[in-house]
């Protein structure tokens, strides 16, 4: 069981870049989440699927899309990355919408 | 705007001591999480604690839940080096799928 995971795990762009964050998950939850983590701060939603073929905005979804291309796979995605775009990126899953288990994130930079 | 704030921002003890981590909130919750977060990696699920438990205990974990003052603490008895981490107190919205973050306790165990 892997768990959680994430790829990739370091990327640097270019302001004006687009890239697609991978999440993947192997325990049949139903729920998936993408966050992000800015220093000294706890996690902010960006986007969320409840179910297969259901996405829904957090608190922070302006500059993001999202595909949840199966019940295992949830990507995020960065069309035009800006400098405010620079951070640590989670992923996370739950059956119930409770203990949500997450992946090990993924660091991105833009300059 | 973040649910759960979390006091102190950092706390450092020494091996053996307890540390104790408050966390208020601002709307009614069903339950109320807390997970901990090691240097670099994603979070990891602690206790959840519903709304109408009022003390859970895990291991040496105890934590409380006053609705009331819409406030929880995460005691964490015999504290050890390898506790060191960040904490982070999490809501639901009341709606059901969304988690709420706080900003996290930095904890520091001396050895």
């Known amino acids: 069981n892997a768990g959680v995971t994430q790829t990739p795990k370091f990327q640097v762009l270019k302001t004006g870049q687009s890239m697609t964050l991978q999440c993947a998950q192997d325990?049949?939850?139903?729920?998936m989440y993408w966050y992000r983590q800015d220093p000294g701060m706890g996690l902010r939603l960006i986007y969320y699927s409840a179910s297969e073929g259901t996405t829904d905005k957090g608190e922070v979804p302006n500059g993001y899309n999202v595909s949840r291309l199966n019940k295992r796979e949830f990507s995020l995605r960065l069309e035009s990355a800006a400098p405010s775009q620079t951070s640590v990126y989670f992923c996370?899953?739950?059956?119930?919408?409770?203990?949500?288990?997450f992946g090990p994130g993924t660091r991105l930079t833009v300059t | 705007s973040q649910q759960g704030e979390e006091d102190p921002q950092a706390l450092s003890i020494q091996e053996g001591e307890n540390a104790t981590m408050n966390c208020s909130y601002k709307?009614?919750?069903?339950?109320l999480q807390w997970y901990r977060q090691n240097s670099g990696r994603g979070l990891v699920h602690l206790i959840l604690i519903r709304s109408n438990e009022r003390e859970k205990h895990s291991g040496r974990l105890r934590v409380t839940l006053d609705t009331s003052k819409k406030s929880s603490s995460l005691l964490i008895t015999a504290s050890r080096a390898a506790d060191t981490a960040s904490y982070f107190c999490?809501?639901?919205?009341?709606?059901?799928?969304?988690?709420?973050f706080g900003a996290g306790t930095r904890l520091f165990v001396k050895a």
């Open positions: 709307t009614s919750i069903n339950n």
């Open positions: 999490a809501t639901d919205d009341g709606g059901g799928f969304k988690t709420i």
């Open positions: 996370a899953s739950t059956r119930s919408a409770y203990e949500q288990y």
């Open positions: 325990m049949n939850h139903n729920s």
